[in-house]
């Protein structure tokens, strides 16, 4: 019987998430290379300038990669049955001390989103008032860091905290217990991917 070559699996997408500015961006690059998550992190200007929450709808609508299905299967490759994306939430990332109170709570509650083609996969997570406050909050940090400080501090932080896949539940039970973010969603679900798909 002669030698047949079967194409590898697809390595589908698993995830996308829309990151506020710098600092978001920093965790989810240090996330994605340390337990090779197969996600798209997307920012604006490499995250030297910031997407608001009152922004949010227009940018994810306006961007030629976002703004419909059929352009997030054709630039991700995420699974998709019966038109619908398996396995592959839109996180989106944001700061809510750029906003109003209604804003934010449409925000968190994901009415933002209602009536768009994004509204069954947006997973909106956020840092009341920002990530720097909810990080010192949960005692990662002792002081708000600079913003000349914050990428060596991220970067320790995450190194320290996140230095296996174990860290990851341990790095989730932490955050539950700060009130300024649900970002432990985040956390959880890429503890979730990386045992069901990057082992």
């Given at each position: ?95 809510l ?34 990530f ?24 320790d ?6 230095a ?12 539950e ?14 503890a979730?991917v ?6």
């Amino acid at each position: 019987m002669p030698n047949r070559r079967f194409p590898p699996p697809v390595n589908y997408c698993r995830a996308i998430v829309i990151v506020h500015g710098k600092s978001e961006l920093l965790m989810m690059e240090y996330l994605k290379r340390k337990f090779r998550i197969n996600i798209v992190i997307i920012s604006n200007c490499n995250g030297r300038s910031s997407i608001q929450v009152n922004g949010l709808l227009k940018f994810i609508l306006s961007n030629t990669k976002l703004k419909s299905l059929s352009a997030v299967k054709k630039e991700f490759i995420p699974n998709v049955q019966d038109n619908k994306l398996i396995d592959c939430p839109i996180f989106t990332i944001m700061d809510l001390d750029d906003c109003n109170e209604r804003e934010a709570a449409l925000y968190k509650s994901g009415e933002m989103f209602k009536g768009t083609w994004v509204e069954d996969y947006v997973i909106p997570i956020w840092f009341s008032p920002h990530f720097d406050e909810a990080m010192k909050n949960a005692k990662f940090v002792d002081k708000l860091p600079s913003d000349k400080e914050k990428g060596k501090v991220y970067a320790d932080l995450f190194q320290k905290e996140l230095a296996g896949l174990k860290d990851l539940d341990e790095f989730k039970k932490k955050l539950e217990k700060c009130k300024n973010t649900n970002i432990e969603e985040l956390v959880e679900y890429c503890a979730y991917v990386v045992k069901k798909y990057e082992k």
